[in-house]
């Protein structure tokens, strides 16, 4: 793998966001790859920005994934995501949560959450590579909303060249053990949807 593969991931305070990066970073070492992570999440316990980024390639440098970059976003609420569209590269592909999480400004009847024509707005031309996974009701539909982080895993999967086992020894390591198969369930279905969405 010459070049960097850049992935960044978004989302608030308590969406498992930061196991998900984990996860991101540990496969790209199982495959012999030199890894880099940076994190932010000042507030994460009280519903602030979490932002993560994981770089994967035979040599990276830097933690820090440049503005413009980004080769996959991965964004765990819609409103969070429109905040990192600047991060992204030209070709890159997003995978955003269908969910929304109003902030404060917006549930104090101080704001407006955007549209959906405003949101599509601000993707531009990226618009067409971006991906809304129904990831909380598919995660709902197994009976844990918490595991939807790991939907967006396994949507993101089916867009890099890493066997599947290595994503599920990964995930498994990294879970409580009497969560193992629900966690491999939600893997498998945010991979499925996702395969589905690209063959369309």
């Known amino acids: 793998m010459a070049k960097t593969t850049n992935i960044l991931l978004v989302g608030v305070g308590g969406q498992g966001t930061l196991l998900a990066a984990d996860v991101v970073a540990l496969v790209g070492m199982e495959i012999g790859l030199d890894v880099k992570k940076s994190e932010v999440h000042g507030m994460a316990q009280r519903g602030g920005s979490v932002t993560s980024h994981v770089r994967w390639a035979e040599q990276v440098h830097s933690p820090l994934i440049p503005v413009g970059e980004v080769d996959y976003f991965i964004a765990f609420e819609r409103l969070e995501a429109l905040r990192y569209v600047d991060m992204l590269s ?4 997003a995978l955003v949560n269908d969910y929304r999480i109003s902030p404060v400004g ?3 009847g101080d704001g407006v959450y955007p549209s959906e024509e405003d949101q599509d707005a601000v993707y531009g031309p990226l618009l067409e590579r971006v991906h809304y996974v129904p990831a909380i009701d598919l995660a709902q539909e ?3 909303p918490r595991v939807n982080n790991v939907v967006m895993l396994g949507a993101l999967s089916s867009l890099l060249d890493v066997p599947e086992d290595v994503w599920l020894n990964v ?3 990294r879970v409580p053990e009497r969560y193992i198969a629900l966690n491999e369930r ?6 499925e949807h996702m395969r589905v969405a690209l063959a369309r």
């Open 142 to 144: 197994l009976g844990n």
């Open 106 to 108: 917006v549930s104090s």
């Open 171 to 173: 995930v498994s390591a």
């Open 90 to 93: 030209p070709e890159a592909v």
């Open 186 to 191: 939600a893997f498998a279905v945010g991979r």
